[in-house]
């Protein structure tokens, strides 16, 4: 388990320091603002922590209301809205400096057998295998990542290894500009059989690519053009069990831009095909040269 890896698992394990809140930390790392996957999966973690063991989360829907300081703890408020024969709802509300900066509701259900289909097909891509850690690639293909891509010099926990061209690579090269992203990820450690960390682990994961889908479509990249961008809200359906240690093809597409908007969706399918997880992001995107 490399270090990062160790360090975001010690920033789940939230504090708890009254029967409905938490506290978290952030990465000791040089950063702006706080992550919004942390934000989210942090979140989970709080809301997971008031739900009996029998339900697992299969939804949630989150809005980010301002840019966390990673410099203070976070709390975490868990308001138990309704626990059901089968249904648990919660609502978690994230603070800093007295003000809500991330709220989200989670549902939980009981497991229940009934109809089953997928319509959803894995794209046919390249394995995981023969593919090139994230920071290898970017380094093969731009050399030293140089001080606009520092964030992307820093370990971390997950490995992603892309399918298709980064938006580094089709703002240097219109021809690779698109709508679509596919990236393979996994944690890299043997972790516990604990349904909930896998799907918190996902969550985290699920917020690194989004909005660089909807950058993709355009040809523009963090650090050499002219935008600014955050993540507006976020939604989750968990439809069966998974192992975040396992690889998963995250398949992602923006199908609309406009208004200094942008919308992503995408599908978390494990190698044998399954569809497991289901995504839908809102981003700003504004240029900075207007």
Known sequence: MNEALKELLDLLDLEQIELNFFRGRSPRE?????FGG???AQALVAAGRTVPSDRQVHSLHAYFIRPGDPSVPIVYE??????????????????QHGRPIFTMSASFHVHEEGVSHQAAQMPAVPGPEGLPPVLEHLRAQFGDVDELREGLSAPRPVDTRYVTPLTWEAQRD??????ETQVWFRYEADLPDDPLLHIVLAAYASDYTLVNTVLLAHGLAWGVSPIMGASLDHAMWFHRPFRADEWLLYAQES???GSARGLARGQMFTASGDLVVSVVQECMI???DT
Not at 174 to 179: A, G, K
Request: charged share 30%; glycine share 2%.
């Open 286 to 288: 504004r240029r900075t």
């Open 255 to 257: 199908p609309w831009s």
């Open 174 to 179: 219109p021809s690779l500009i698109s709508s």
């Open 78 to 95: 868990v308001d138990r809205q309704r626990d059901g024969r089968s249904f648990t709802t919660r609502r978690v509300v994230a603070i």
């Open 30 to 34: 040089r950063i702006q603002r706080v």
């Open 38 to 40: 942390q934000v989210a």
